[in-house]
């Protein structure tokens, strides 16, 4: 095969798997008229239409969607293959890709990272911080960072932290005007800040478990985001109140600024874990990022 032919191969399957030119040429470095015209010269020479292109979307015809099914094993092969090559350098080498939610970035990833990565100056890591749940796979990444509970059984997951709890907070000046729920029906009478998932666009219920009892409460109010740290600020400045996780509000109920309540409703559940899938075959550069972050107790 000519390297010309692999490099079209390449070039769709990035394309249909981010079903955009755009996303495609951002990830491959490219310009999306020069991947445009590679996508048409594979569809040119094999005499099949591949992608149905529209203003708004790019999808995978039948004929597309088999070589997809062909080619992406083949290049998990290759990748595979090439990344235990670096094992016979004398130090560790490579990018290592992983997504993340942007709490396990700032928490967990890169404090790890910041103390591992002087030693080995040849490892490269590129953290993608996304909001919703990711395809690792489809998305070529190495590994995905989730809470344990989210990561699908197919995967090997390795914890990266310790369990973690939610907590339900609001300003001293929110509660001098409204008074502290006691029980999570309470919060139907309180200004909630919500937050929106960017993937489904549902607002999440919030989560509670005391003795056995599990309880989904949906809640209102006059603001919702889809980013945590934003929904934190807006309890710190008496918007309302805040579901968001433990650790990011600790510093803030100790120093008076924030006011925690139905702590005893807030259960522990798995922290962060570290997935991948089973029949990845690990590089030296890999492993050593893995026993970086896995957590010890």
Not at 24 to 52: I, W
Request: hydrophobic share 40%; charged share 25%.
């Amino acid at each position: 095969m000519k390297h010309t032919e692999l490099s079209d191969l390449s070039a769709f399957l990035a394309v249909a798997e981010a079903r955009s030119f755009t996303r495609a040429a951002a990830r491959l470095g490219t310009s999306q008229s020069a991947l445009s015209h590679t996508v048409r010269r594979l569809e040119s020479r094999l005499g099949l239409r591949l992608l149905t292109r529209t203003t708004r979307s790019v999808a995978p015809t039948e004929a597309g969607d088999r070589l997809m099914e062909t080619l992406r094993p083949a290049f998990d092969d290759i990748d595979s293959r090439l990344a235990a090559l670096t094992a016979l350098r004398e130090k560790p080498a490579g990018t290592i890709r992983i997504n993340t939610s942007e709490h396990a970035a700032e928490t967990v990833l890169w404090p790890a990272l910041a103390r591992l990565l002087p030693g080995y100056p040849d490892i490269k890591v590129e953290l993608t911080v996304e909001h919703g749940f990711a395809d690792i796979v489809a998305g070529r990444y190495d590994a995905g960072v989730r809470l344990g509970e989210q990561v699908a059984r197919d995967m090997i997951a390795v914890p990266i932290g310790p369990d973690m709890r939610m907590a339900v907070v609001g300003s001293p000046g929110y509660f001098k005007q409204h008074k502290k729920p006691k029980l999570p029906q309470d919060l139907h009478a309180h200004a909630c800040v919500n937050l929106r998932f960017t993937t489904s666009g549902a607002l999440y219920a919030w989560e509670f478990e005391k003795d056995g009892r599990e309880l989904k409460v949906r809640v209102e109010g006059q603001l919702a985001f889809n980013n945590g740290g934003l929904c934190l600020k807006a309890a710190l400045e008496g918007f309302g109140l805040a579901f968001v996780p433990e650790d990011r509000v600790l510093s803030h109920v100790r120093n008076g600024r924030l006011v925690r309540v139905l702590a005893d409703w807030c259960a522990p559940f798995p922290g962060f874990h570290l997935y991948y899938p089973s029949r990845r075959q690990q590089s030296p550069a890999f492993a050593l990022v893995v026993e970086a972050l896995r957590y010890r107790r």
